[in-house]
Structure formats: C-alpha cells, structure tokens
Nanobody
C-alpha cells in the first residue's frame, strides 16, 4: 500500500522553527519527484519546494527560499522540510507529495501520491 505519513506541524511563534517529516511506503522517494505544497486558509494551494530524482537538488518558491530547507533521507525513505524564521503568512496546511512526471509543487504536474497534511500555525 502506498502511503505518505506526515508529522511535525504545530503552533510556533513568529521567528521560530519547525521541521516537518514525511515518510513514504510502497514506493521509493529516490525514484520520484517529491515536494511540499501548502494551503493557507481561504487561499489556493502554493508550491513550496521540490527535489528532483535526477540530482537530488532542491528548488524553492520565493516565499521559502533562504528560510526553508528541503532534504531527503533515502535510507529512511523520508523527506524533511526544515522551516526557520517562520512568519504568520506561513500559516497553512502543509502537504508532502510525490509525482513520477515532474515536480508536484508546480501545479501543472499530476500528483501521484499525497500526504494527509499537517497544520502549521505561526502566531505574531
């Protein structure tokens, strides 16, 4: 059975940090494009970051660059999103995702697998 199980969300003050985890089962994250997408209350989904299986490098949305770090542990089949210097506008439900055809955070690539989402709330 394919699953993406997330953890690590919560409530944090502005300027604080959180690390989100997403553990995959039923497929290898080494073989797929993986990413994080978030959805703030009343807003559309927004891509945050993606790692390509080609070289394992991460790219970021402008809103995340310099504050968030996306990494993966192939041995644990787990991906992580380290979020530093959090802002109230980062408040959202964060979803990990995987896609075979391209970065799942682009909005144009069909996502093959979704995590259930984890809520991040940043207070001012």
């Amino acid at each position: 059975e394919v699953q993406l199980v997330e953890s690590g969300g919560g409530l944090v003050q502005a300027g604080g940090s959180l690390r989100l985890s997403c553990t995959a089962s039923g497929f290898s994250i080494d073989d797929t494009f993986i990413g994080w997408i978030r959805q703030a209350p009343g807003k559309e989904r927004e891509g945050v970051s993606c790692i390509s299986p080609t070289d394992g490098s991460a790219d970021y949305a402008d809103s995340a660059r310099g504050r968030f770090t996306f990494s993966r542990d192939i041995a644990k089949n787990t991906m992580y999103l380290q979020m530093n210097n959090l802002k109230p506008e980062d408040t959202a439900v964060y979803y990990c995702a995987a896609a075979f055809r391209g970065c799942p955070d682009r909005g144009t690539i069909p996502v093959d697998y979704w995590g259930e989402g984890t809520r991040v709330t940043v207070s001012s």
